[in-house]
């Protein structure tokens, strides 16, 4: 086989529409097996590795009108999906009430109720706010998974390490999408979710063992509590804290597992001891072994020996 002209530089390593093809590509390179076509009127060189952003944009270019929601406006915001939402192959797409449900392959087409404030530019994208996501996911996931992206959504940080973390919403926005849409799907999810979500969760392990801690009625622990040496020095913000019992939980994630991490986590707990405080830390092998129940467990009889009495 004749071997095809090379694609115009701007268009080699991405997908893209044949209006951006224009007329520098023939229409004979166009139909070329070294090109896919994902969707209607798009092409995409065979093994190239894309971006998210760069796969949505030119299906989005191709639909006028429509906004990227549900899942797929989940993973543009970067929001935690359990993985039977983040596996799914087909991108959502939706276009406000009346107007044609968006129909082409390897996408699922919605109707929404979508108004000003619920659709944001996010890199170039039309995409559903991050609170019109959760909102909209709220009758897919259940109440953990959902208090998890609303944690996620409301989530910043200014710490005396590290850089500051902006938050993506803030609890009134979660609470005004509800408002704005009464009568949606899964909105006694979300309610019930909203009561549950609070700032400075960091993953969803957090918010999920905190959950659990609630559900074993225990006290609500604190997020975003800072541990100080006796000379005022910032020792440690642990994930979980019971201030009043001096007790830091925190979750151990992969990143945890190198030599120069571990010997930082503990000299932390080495100077949280010196503090008076008592550092748990929780694995994801302890969560696989025990469940967040049974993690709740120990962490209730490390209460009580610190004081804590459930009456």
């Known amino acids: 086989m004749k071997r095809p002209r090379e694609l115009p530089i701007d268009l080699r390593n991405r997908s893209f529409t044949l209006l ?3 007329n520098e590509v023939t229409r004979s390179r166009l139909q070329h097996p070294g090109l896919l076509t994902p969707s209607r009127g798009i092409r995409v060189p065979w093994g190239v590795a894309q971006e998210f952003d760069a796969i949505i944009a030119p299906i989005l270019a191709c639909t006028p ?9 989940a993973r543009l915001w970067n929001l935690p999906l359990p993985s039977h ?7 959502h797409l939706a276009t406000p009430k009346g107007a044609n449900r968006p129909r082409r392959f390897g996408v699922t087409g919605h109707r929404l109720d979508l108004q000003a404030q619920d659709v944001h530019l996010l890199r170039g994208l039309a995409v559903t706010s991050p609170a019109r996501t959760w909102l909209d996911l709220a ?41 704005q849409h009464s009568g949606a ?3 006694r999810s979300a309610r019930a979710a909203l009561e549950l979500i609070r700032i400075g969760s960091d993953s969803v392990p957090e918010t999920l063992l905190r959950l659990a801690l609630l559900e074993a009625g225990l006290p609500e622990p604190e997020l975003n509590v800072v541990i100080v040496s006796g000379s005022g020095r910032d020792v440690a ?6 201030r009043e019992y001096q007790v830091s939980i925190q979750y151990d994630g992969a990143h945890h597992l190198s030599a120069e991490q571990q ?12 503090a008076g405080w008592t550092s748990l830390r929780i694995t ?16 209730r009889n490390v209460l009580r020996q610190r004081g804590w009495n459930p009456g």
């Not at 429509?66 to 797929?72: I, P, Q, R």
């Open 139 to 179: 009758g897919r996931l259940a109440t953990p998974d959902l208090v998890a992206v609303g944690d996620a959504i409301v989530c910043s940080h200014q710490r005396s390490f590290g850089p500051n973390a902006p938050a993506l919403g803030s609890v009134s926005d979660l609470r005004q999408v509800l408002d």
């Open 85 to 91: 939402v983040q596996s799914g192959l087909n991108i």
């Open 284 to 299: 994801k092998a302890q969560i696989q072994e025990l469940g967040y129940a049974g993690v709740a467990r120990q962490i």
């Open 20 to 22: 951006e093809a224009g």
């Open 65 to 73: 009108g429509a906004v990227a929601c549900w899942g797929t406006a």
């Open 185 to 187: 799907r899964g909105i």
């Open 237 to 242: 913000w642990p994930d979980l804290a019971y």
């Open 263 to 274: 010997g930082s986590d503990a000299r932390r707990d080495n100077e949280c001891a010196l």
